[in-house]
T-cell receptor, first 110, second 114 residues
Framework: DAKTTQPPSMDCAEGRAANLPCNHS???????VYWYRQIHSQGPQYIIH???NNETNEMASLIITEDRKSSTLILPHATLRDTAVYYC???????????FGKGTRLHILP | KAGVTQTPRYLIKTRGQQVTLSCSPI?????VSWYQQTPGQGLQFLFE???????NKGNFPGRFSGRQFSNSRSEMNVSTLELGDSALYLC?????????????FGEGSRLTVL
């Protein structure tokens, strides 16, 4: 079973930052937080991952709380192409199987 | 560099038949995972293969099986098809033990069981 809880849907205005929360209160010390997204009718796409520290790449930023029980994915300037289902996943290491939950359906509003 | 290729993209079968789906991973990737996606259950993990061996398995009945060949290409088979097997079947490849552990997904094979 997925070990994360995410809101089922969110709206964000185009051009604004989209902040997607994820709760993983039972995460253990050696588990990573991964984010993927799935645009309609396509396979999921990797976005970012982290262990303890905040991470940033060309797509997004990942903020992990100090107690590691929750995290937030930030898309700094959302566009219509960011409309997708976003999945937050915890996995023990990079070779562990990935179990997807229900994800958050993000709607970007023009 | 070619991505993950799945064939066929679409197929229609009837109850009781069997189906075989194929997945060619990214060149150099030796891990292949399979997922079933339905509107009701979301993305569910089926199994993962690495170097021709099943490394992980999800909670699916024995009607769902898979294998991996020496060139890392993988097939999954579903026997005695049921209406509930209608779904998008996604394959993903990865470089085990290297990089970010990122999965690269194919476009999927959409199976309709009538």
């Amino acid at each position: 079973d997925a070990k994360t809880t995410q809101p089922p849907s969110m709206d964000c205005a185009e051009g604004r930052a989209a902040n997607l929360p994820c709760n993983h209160s039972t995460i253990s010390g050696n588990e990573y937080v991964y984010w993927y997204r799935q645009i309609h009718s396509q396979g999921p796409q990797y976005i970012i991952h982290g262990l303890k520290n905040n991470e940033t790449n060309e797509m997004a930023s990942l903020i992990i709380t100090e107690d590691r029980k929750s995290s937030t994915l930030i898309l700094p300037h959302a566009t219509l192409r960011d409309t997708a289902v976003y999945y937050c996943i915890v996995r023990q290491n990079r070779d562990d199987k990935i179990i997807f939950g229900k994800g958050t359906r993000l709607h970007i509003l023009p | 560099k070619a991505g993950v290729t799945q064939t066929p993209r679409y197929l229609i079968k009837t109850r009781g038949q069997q189906v075989t789906l194929s997945c060619s991973p990214i060149s150099g990737h030796r891990s292949v995972s399979w997922y079933q996606q339905t509107p009701g259950q979301g993305l569910q993990f089926l199994f993962e293969y690495f170097s021709e061996t099943q490394r992980n398995k999800g909670n699916f009945p024995g009607r769902f099986s898979g294998r991996q060949f020496s060139n890392s290409r993988s097939e999954m088979n579903v026997s005695t098809l049921e209406l509930g097997d209608s779904a998008l079947y996604l394959c993903a490849s990865s470089l085990l033990g290297q990089g970010t552990g990122e999965l690269f997904f194919g476009e999927g094979s959409r199976l309709t069981v009538l």
